[in-house]
């Protein structure tokens, strides 16, 4: 699925979800359990180098093609400098070199210190579990295949239960959050079974789904978003409706 079905799948699990959860949500709620499927549903690809969610850290393509360009010629110049001796300028073109590696690979840059903060809150403050999981996920992600671990429904139980247990010493606000959360991850899951390559279990990848029922950007993906849409739209009314 690419993102319009993965975030309509999700929106609509979240919105049939509502009805299965034992507490009437208010509005607030509901839209913060909506929008954090919607952005959840997108997020296990996060383990692809180009999907939507990388993108959303990472410079447009033509920008990170020249920030590469830029810091390979930039340390070229700094061994070229170290060469003739000019160390101080040596070391301001490698500093500034190695500034534009990083912006070239602005993705691996920012889920390696997002991590790193996660794992550091989680040390200095003993806050929950939940944080050392995503923390070391995030600090692995760059190194990882895409659809392999993160994509794994094994993680996804873990990160389940995490959020639960994270939830429940919440305020119902993060609570709703964190149930469309886990919502939105499990459709992404579901929707790539959709597809030809599907998913597999992390522990026995010989265990694969993969329904072949909707294609990437295929007619029938584009009917499956559509009627998400309509369902989604259906079961927000109604829920509204019926609690006042
Ligand atoms: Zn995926």
Not at 62 to 71: I, P, T, V
Not at 121 to 128: E, K
Not at 147 to 172: D, N
Request: aromatic share 10%; hydrophobic share 55%.
């Amino acid at each position: 699925m690419n993102k319009a079905g993965h975030v309509s799948f999700g929106v609509a699990l979240a919105a049939a979800g509502l009805y299965m959860l034992p507490e009437v949500l208010v509005a607030g709620e509901i839209a913060a359990m909506i929008g954090s499927a919607a952005i959840a549903s997108l997020l296990p690809d996060l383990d692809h180098k180009t999907s939507t969610a990388s993108n959303w850290i990472q410079l447009p393509h033509a920008y990170r093609q020249l920030a590469k360009g830029a810091s390979l010629t930039l340390l070229a110049g700094a061994l070229l400098a170290w060469w003739m001796g000019q160390f101080p300028i040596a070391l301001s073109l490698a500093g500034v070199g190695a500034l534009a590696f990083g912006l070239s690979k602005l993705r691996n840059v920012v889920l390696l210190v997002l991590g790193m903060i996660l794992l550091l809150l989680f040390a200095q403050l003993h806050t929950h579990w939940l944080l050392a999981l995503a923390g070391v996920a995030l600090v692995i992600m760059p190194f990882l295949r895409h659809r392999g671990l993160i994509h794994a429904p094994e993680f996804a139980l873990f990160l389940s239960v995490g959020m639960y247990y994270f939830a429940r010493e919440q305020g119902a606000m993060i609570q709703a959050a964190a149930c469309g959360f886990t919502f939105g991850w499990w459709s992404h899951l579901l929707g790539d079974a959709l597809g030809k390559e599907g998913i597999s279990l992390w522990l026995w990848s010989r265990a694969r789904l993969a329904l072949r029922i909707v294609e990437n950007g295929s007619r029938s993906e584009w009917m499956v978003a559509k009627l998400c849409n309509g369902v989604s739209v259906a079961l927000l009314v109604f829920y509204g409706v019926n609690n006042g």
